[in-house]
């Protein structure tokens, strides 16, 4: 039997798959027969850690990539890793950045920052070829030219195979071809409107082995289509549904906001209405960021572009405001460390080893520090950009040792987040403007974009008009 929970913003559809989990277990469900197949490493963690037993007794709480990579008993020798796709690059000529595979908070969707090696993975992910992908036209043309692509996805073969290593996306295809899908008594998928075409495949396979299968997702919250993610697949997948239709996240103001950018979906949708949580709240328009106290509070900043999230930290630093982004914290940790265990020394006669001070002597133009002074005049080799940007940190009381108060992010990276308060940088960007002219589709999921980006917000929500009204999402 196929179970189908839509679970719009907040409305536990995690909660509601990790419940159903527990009580296949309780009723005497082995735990080796329990599929748990998350979007993200992170929510695969937590799923292990919500269930009533240590983590090794629980083989398959994982992603997919995770369960193709272990089922077919490959080791780290065998996959390609960040740096051969860095390697690659340098001998094509083109520069490659990818992400640690094992960074828990991004999406497989968001490894790769090369336009090229994008297009190949969407294509994969499709189940077409790259030139029917090219054909569709649906990139940057200033990126991305045909001959190029070709090379880099010729060479990309020729690489795995002298080296003997596979992708993520060759794993799943491997593990579907060579059927080595194990039986299940009962599957949970979460966040299934964001599987592509390929992960559908490998679904089709473990539903031939499984007795029993829950999918949770949202087709509102669908904003990977871009890389190959097939919303509608989930839409039109049979199944027993359920919408959990209450929200613990959001507050009255903001759902009516989020409202506006799923009524203007044309294509295919669930039909779905679900109640906020017994708060007013706010939502309005500001012009800018200084109409707004962040000295205290938490807050969320979204942008639609990495660029925009490049310039509002910008602006955040010159106002001497402790943030961080998925790169981590808004100061050079690693000074700070230097900082902190001098101050100790300092004020508190803390009592250094050989190591923490060969680490502050190297701040400074001493061979060794035999005086008590201010750690600005004496880490002389540190820039005075840092010293001043951490000193006015320290000033404000800070707690630099702790998260801040103020994450910057963009919409598609912070997908399961949330927050009490949120500022929504409503600038589209011109590559976004072009692209959504394409077709209904790609407009559609552009106003799911906007519906995330909103419904991050708890509390508050304050959208942030552009100065050219042009380039902004209307709400």
């Known amino acids: 039997m196929i179970y189908k929970y839509y679970g719009p913003p907040g409305t536990g559809k995690t909660y509601k798959l990790i419940s159903r989990a527990r009580a296949y277990h309780k009723t005497g469900t082995r735990l080796d027969r329990i599929g748990y197949f998350a979007f993200t490493r992170k929510a695969a963690k937590e799923a292990k ?14 992603t997919f990539h995770s369960f193709a990579y272990k089922t077919l008993n490959l080791n780290e020798e065998n996959v390609m890793q960040p740096v051969h796709y860095e390697l690659l690059g340098k001998k094509l000529g083109i520069r490659v950045s990818y992400s640690d595979k094992y960074n828990d908070e991004e999406s497989v969707y968001l490894t790769c920052n090369n336009p090229y090696f994008q297009l190949i993975n969407r294509a ?66 979460d966040e299934a409107q964001d599987l592509s075409p390929l992960q559908w495949k490998l679904y089709d396979k473990i539903k031939e082995k499984t007795k029993d299968i829950y999918l949770a997702g949202d087709d509102d919250q669908a904003i990977f ?20 239709m209450y929200s613990k996240r959001i507050s009255k103001a903001v759902q009516q906001a989020s409202e506006i950018p799923i009524s203007k979906i044309a294509g295919n949708r669930k ?20 109409q707004l106290d962040l000295t205290k509070d938490k807050w969320l900043i979204l942008t639609r572009t990495k660029d925009q999230a490049l310039g509002i930290m910008e602006d955040l630093y010159k106002r001497n405001l402790y943030y961080q982004s998925n790169k981590g914290k808004s100061f050079k940790v690693r000074l700070y460390q230097r900082i902190k265990n001098y101050l100790s020394w300092v004020n508190d006669d803390a009592q250094l080893d050989e190591k ?23 880490f002389t080799k540190a820039s005075e950009k840092d010293k001043n940007y951490i000193r006015s940190l ?22 399961g987040g949330e927050e009490d308060n949120v500022i929504l940088c409503m600038h589209q960007g011109r590559t976004v403007q072009k692209s959504v002219k394409r077709s209904q589709a790609k407009l559609d999921e552009e106003h799911r974009v906007w519906y995330v980006g909103i419904t991050r917000a708890r ?9 050219n009204k042009e380039k902004e999402y209307q709400i």
Request: no cysteine; net charge negative; hydrophobic share 35%.
């Open 271 to 290: 039909i779905k209405k679900y109640l906020p949580r017994d708060y007013e709240g706010e939502s309005q328009y500001i012009s800018t960021i200084n």
């Open 49 to 62: 850690a919500r269930m009533p037993v240590v983590d090794s007794l629980l083989p398959f709480f994982q």
């Open 394 to 415: 320290l000033e404000q009381k800070e707690n630099l040792d702790s998260p801040a108060r103020i994450w910057v992010s963009t919409i598609h990276a912070i997908k």
């Open 356 to 378: 923490q001070w060969k680490d502050i002597v190297e701040y400074t133009n001493k061979n060794k520090i035999t005086e008590k002074e201010d750690w600005y005049d004496l």
């Open 225 to 244: 289509a871009w890389a190959g993610a097939d919303v509608n697949r989930f839409i039109n997948e049979p199944a027993k549904e359920k919408v959990l």
């Open 459 to 467: 509390n508050n929500l304050y959208k942030l008009k552009t100065k």
């Open 124 to 189: 994969v992910n499709k189940g077409i070829d790259i030139e029917d992908e090219f054909d569709l036209g649906e990139h940057d043309r200033k990126e991305i030219n045909w001959d190029t692509l070709n090379h880099i996805y010729k060479n990309f073969l020729v690489y795995k195979q002298y080296h003997k290593l596979y992708d993520f996306n060759d794993m799943i295809r491997l593990l579907i071809d060579y059927d080595k899908v194990p039986k299940f008594d009962v599957v949970f998928i």
